[in-house]
Nanobody, 118 residues
Framework: QVRLVESGGGLVQSGGSLRLSCAVS????????MSWYRQPPGKERELVAS??????????AYVDSVKGRFTISRDNVKNMLYLQMTSLKQEDTAVYYCKCTARLSDYWGQGTQVTVSS
């Protein structure tokens, strides 16, 4: 059973930084395609950042609105996924979810709230 647990969300002022963490159990993150999504209030969930498996080169990709501000990374030893967020804006306010794609299935965490105040 693959299980994901996000943490690190909270309230931060505009321009501040946060690092989200996603603890993964049941599958090595290095062998999975990993990603971060977010769902702002009243809007649909959107892909924020992704990282291919090691076999896929570990390629990263970002939605245009976060390029240069967010960085996705993983720790294969700790089996963790991270999202470093800097220069946060009010429009980054959302529930953030991590996703693991493995064994032809998608696994999601429960989400962590990020609120950016002015």
């Amino acid at each position: 059973q693959v299980r994901l647990v996000e943490s690190g969300g909270g309230l931060v002022q505009s321009g501040g930084s946060l690092r989200l963490s996603c603890a993964v159990s049941g599958f090595p993150v290095g062998f999975a395609a990993m990603s971060w999504y977010r769902q702002p209030p009243g809007k649909e969930r959107e892909l924020v950042a992704s990282m291919s498996s090691a076999g896929g080169g570990g390629t990263t990709a970002y939605v245009d609105s976060v390029k240069g501000r967010f960085t996705i990374s993983r720790d294969n030893v700790k089996n963790m996924l991270y999202l470093q967020m800097t220069s946060l804006k009010q429009e980054d306010t959302a529930v953030y979810y991590c996703k693991c794609t493995a064994r032809l299935s998608d696994y999601w965490g429960q989400g962590t709230q990020v609120t950016v105040s002015s």
